[in-house]
């Protein structure tokens, strides 16, 4: 061992200092020490195991659930400068053979696989011949059927341990809830672990549940009142458009998010968020990784949510500068009846994930035994319409395929096109005499793809935008253009999911084999179901408390900002006669809280929640001069 943890950290990452309990953890594991730690999102994890890693030789094995988490940090390594390599889904076997040879042989100091993947011989033989430093399983709720997001193949993790016994193991997970973290270490068989719990406790935001008949009107006022960035969390893709695009009627720079737009939007949206182009992103939870951005203020949940786990992982995104935030789910009766149907009818049950997966090998015409290691994209809604599925219960259906290891489910969006070309050699070279613009782009079309004269050829619009160094949108019109003109025959298509099958189809038995886990799992949505709505009727206890005991932190104290503290704290009649004195006091001279608070010799504290509540109450805006004014 050279170099030291912080000068490790500081060589690679950059930071001059460890955050929270990451170096005792760090410490622990360079001793040899199993670890345990439960830490919040965005609390540091991924350091905790890359930093031992980076300091002892050989090779760091990293089980996480999800390929597109699994991209996420390979790529965030190797633009550090570190070796590392991920096993996504498509890889084909030689591609395989190679990478796990650079991690035997090659010097990589990261592999990052799915829990899948280690059910593979080859995988298996290979981790064999590795020299392990560590090894590390992300995300270690998945390994829990009490977690939110159970993954039977986590339970595969415990083979780590027997190819590699000497190596320390190191599990690490946000969401654990005392039945899960025993859950976690039963299951890796972690040997006298340190286990590490650093309060989930969130002091500078103030959790909020506010009742409101008039649900997109309040949306207005917090987004009105904002002043730094916001995120705004509905449950459909449908709801994100809208909302966004009332937002921005109402003059608030804002744009949606989720799994149906193209990676390249995404990526546009996500930056244009960022930079601070347009504050406020409404989004599905497809906006959730990587999402670390210091200086959000608001996290609104527009439609109730369908764990707690997930809410406190979302509404967390708030105020990671320490400054003061809000997270606010705006509800009202309706919603609630709502949710106990929605949730509970969009359950699939076990016939009715044997109905999609057999329509799915149908629809794909993946024939009997076969399938087994091939991609596919999917379009989503054709494949619902054309059975007649409902959407919502078909997407569970899928991700519980997922989460059984049929498939490996990612979302993605991309354009196939096929196309044939109607007329002869002669008469196209013709064609493009006439048209010069569209010269290189046919061109590149021939080049490409043979065979495009005699048969129905699938394109790939992002490889040939990529060619001619144009923008894919181009290469459409360019198409259509030929379509028109009838020059080709054209179909454009949208997928926007893909599928890797990761066993050979078997029917009805691929399903029995976890049927009985599907039952268990609907069950424990319902409760999970009424804990969130126990959670918005309970105006008792202070939210974070509520919150923070259902992740297992006893005796937390009252935060002092929340909707229910603030109801304790002020008699409802003191409020009631502040707000009036503000009120009077704004119609003769816009001022800011200070100068209220001076001529009106009230506390600091209660003007401010006086403030804001008439912000939210649409009563108050904040002008250019940052001074309230009546509205
Ligand atoms: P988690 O997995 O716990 O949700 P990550 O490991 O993704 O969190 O880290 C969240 C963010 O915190 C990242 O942007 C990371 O670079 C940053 N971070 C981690 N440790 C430190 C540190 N010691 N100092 C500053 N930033 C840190
Ligand atoms: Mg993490």
Not at 104 to 132: A, D, H, T
Not at 226 to 240: E, N, Q
Not at 392 to 412: C, F, G, P, Q, W
Not at 463 to 485: P, R, Y
């Amino acid at each position: 061992m050279h170099k030291k943890p912080n000068e490790i950290l500081e060589t690679y990452w950059g930071f001059t200092s460890f955050k929270d309990s990451q170096e005792k953890i760090i410490t622990a594991s360079l001793e040899g020490r199993d670890v345990l730690a439960l830490l919040p999102t965005g609390g540091g994890k991924s350091i905790c195991f890359q930093v031992p890693a980076m300091m002892q030789d050989g090779i760091c094995i990293v089980v996480s659930p999800l390929i597109a988490l699994i991209q996420n940090q390979v790529t965030n390594l190797k633009n550090l400068g570190i070796k590392a390599v991920g096993l996504s889904g498509s890889l084909r076997f030689e591609e395989l053979s190679n990478e796990l040879d650079n991690c035997v042989y090659g010097g990589y100091k990261f592999l990052y696989l799915s829990p899948e993947r280690l059910g593979q011989e080859l995988i298996q033989e290979r981790i064999l011949q590795m020299n392990v430093n560590l090894l590390v399983v992300d995300e270690a709720h998945c390994i829990s059927q009490w977690g939110h997001d159970f993954r039977p193949a986590y339970l595969q993790c415990a083979l780590l341990r027997e190819l590699h016994p000497a190596a320390p193991m190191m599990a690490l997970t946000a969401t654990a809830t005392p039945r899960v973290s025993d859950d976690i270490r039963s299951s890796l068989d972690l040997i006298a672990p340190l286990i590490q719990k650093d309060s989930f406790s969130r002091k500078n935001i103030a959790f909020k549940v506010v009742f409101e008949e008039d649900k997109k009107y309040r949306l207005k006022q917090y987004c009105t009142a904002l002043k730094t960035s916001g995120i705004v969390y509905v449950r459909t893709r449908r709801l994100a458009e809208e909302l966004s695009g009332f937002l921005l009627k109402n003059g608030i720079k804002a744009t949606f998010y989720h799994g149906g737009i193209t990676e390249k939007e995404k990526r546009k949206k996500l930056e244009q968020w960022l930079e601070n182009k347009v504050q406020i992103m409404v989004a599905t939870n497809a906006f959730g990784m990587g999402i670390d951005k210091p200086d959000v203020a608001l996290v609104v949940h527009y439609q109730i949510p369908d764990c707690l786990e997930n809410y406190f992982q979302e509404a967390g995104r708030a105020g990671r500068n320490g400054d003061n935030a809000t997270a606010v789910l705006i509800t009202n009766p309706t919603d609630k009846e709502q949710v106990k149907k929605q949730f509970l009818s969009i359950l699939p049950d076990v016939s009715f994930v044997k109905l999609v997966y057999k329509k799915l090998n149908t629809f794909l015409q993946i024939a009997y035994g076969e399938g087994f290691g091939t991609t596919y994209p999917l379009n989503f809604n054709v494949f619902c319409a054309t059975y007649q599925l409902n959407s919502m219960l078909t997407y569970n259906a899928l991700k519980i395929l997922d989460r059984n290891s049929v498939v490996a489910l990612t979302e993605s969006f991309s354009k196939k096109a096929t196309v044939f070309f109607k007329i002869e050699k002669e008469d196209l070279f013709r064609y493009i005499d006439e048209h010069p613009k569209l010269k290189d782009f046919v061109k590149t079309l021939l080049r490409t793809y043979g065979g495009i004269f005699e048969h129905d050829i699938k394109i790939n619009t992002v490889l040939l935008a990529k060619k001619l160094n144009i923008d894919e949108s181009v290469i459409t019109k360019g198409l259509e253009k030929l379509a028109t003109d009838d020059v080709i025959d054209y179909k454009g298509s949208h997928s926007d999911l893909e599928l890797t099958f990761l066993v050979p189809r078997d029917d009805d038995r691929t399903v029995n084999r976890f049927a009985k886990n599907i039952m268990e799992q609907n069950t424990l949505k319902e409760h999970q179901i009424a804990q969130t709505l126990l959670y918005i009727e309970n105006n008792k206890v202070c939210r974070s408390i509520q919150l923070l005991s259902y992740f297992g932190e006893e005796n937390s104290v009252a935060c002092g900002r929340c909707d229910v503290c603030l109801h304790t704290q002020q008699t409802p009649n003191n409020l009631k006669l502040d707000k009036e004195r503000i009120t009077k006091f704004l119609t003769t001279q816009n001022a800011n809280s200070r100068t209220i608070q001076r001529a009106l010799k009230l506390e600091n504290r209660l003007v401010l929640i006086v403030l804001q509540e008439l912000l939210e109450d649409g009563i108050l805006i904040i002008n250019d001069q940052n001074q309230y004014q009546l509205v």
